[in-house]
């Protein structure tokens, strides 16, 4: 669904991004996560057709972006960081205005109106002035004007930034239902917390360049489980048991506790807790410890600097 190719941008005396590939597919949710300066906003910008790069292709679903920007426009929908609104406008005009910038047929434009408020949750609000709404609302009413045109392609730039809680909350709900609409979404975000709730990939930019982009929630070939029994003097025997026990690995021990590295299989984990049940011990844990996406950033982040 999007294509970058070899993208070269710069910058007075400095280079955005170096040389930068990415493929993601229809109805990915990918991640664009590193620190600021790295070249994130760029590369989104970019990609919606707002900067020129030196050199390099850009598709969105099959259309040279570069070369037919609003042709382009018309499948995706972007919603920058720092986003503007009318504030004298009711929110029912702003959707209006921006039904016809993305050149919805005037027969078509009160259903488009509609539907984006129903979806974000601002049906009863649409008479209301712009300037009244909350910081919420507000990012409401704005991605409400990106997708009013219902596009394939969603372009999101901290979109998070200065929300509550429960705001939040709403905002992955939406994305997820986008996502299960089929809808591509690429989001920037330093909340990495909030992003795991409905990322299906993420991309780590670096310097200008992609150090990786990796599916989130798979499967790995091993993972760590924690053990917990019930008996005290146990734990040395359970040691023993688990040393032998084939392609379980003992990461640490404790009087009731072992933190042990094996397969994700469930068949195997289903033999390995028999097995243990077999051996008469009391188990009250069998915890996969699962890495959450702040940790595996970390990690990719720190496995490119060892390297360079």
């Known amino acids: 669904m999007i294509e970058v190719c070899e993208l070269l941008f710069e910058y007075p005396g400095a280079l955005a991004l170096d040389n930068v590939s990415l ?3 229809e109805g990915e949710v990918a991640a664009l996560v590193g620190p600021n300066g790295a070249g994130k906003t760029t590369l989104m910008r970019s990609i919606a057709a707002l900067e020129m790069p030196i050199s390099g292709t850009i598709q969105v679903d099959g259309i040279d972006v570069l070369k037919h920007p609003r042709q382009a426009h018309q499948r995706m929908g972007y919603l920058a960081d720092f986003f503007g609104l009318y504030g004298e406008l009711s929110l029912r005009q702003s959707l209006h205005y921006a039904a016809l910038s993305h050149a919805i047929v005037d027969e078509q434009v009160e259903a488009a109106i509609h539907l984006a408020a129903k979806r974000l949750q601002l049906e009863d609000r649409l008479e209301q002035p712009v300037k009244a709404l909350s910081r919420g609302l507000s990012q409401r009413l704005a991605i409400a004007q990106a997708i009013i045109h219902q596009p394939k392609v969603l372009l999101l730039d901290e979109p998070a930034a200065g929300l509550d809680p429960q705001a939040r909350k709403s905002l992955s709900e939406l994305f997820l239902t986008l996502r299960d609409q089929g809808m591509t979404l690429l989001v920037s975000s330093h909340i990495l917390a909030e992003l795991e709730e409905y990322c299906s990939s ?6 200008g360049r992609i150090i990786d982009h990796a599916a989130l929630h798979t499967q790995q070939v091993a993972q760590q489980v924690t053990l917990r029994i019930g008996c005290v003097t146990s734990s040395p025997i359970l040691a ?37 049940l077999a051996q008469g011990f009391t188990v009250h844990d069998f915890a996969l410890e699962r890495r959450n996406m702040q940790e595996v950033y970390l990690e990719t982040v720190k496995k490119h600097q060892e390297v360079q």
């Open 23 to 25: 493929s993601i597919a």
């Open 202 to 207: 993420m991309v780590v930019v670096e310097q």
């Open 240 to 276: 023993a048991v688990l040393q032998d026990y084939p392609g379980v690995t003992l990461l640490s021990k404790a009087q009731r506790s072992c933190a042990v590295q094996f397969s994700a299989d469930p068949e195997l984990q289903h033999q390995l807790l028999q097995h243990l």
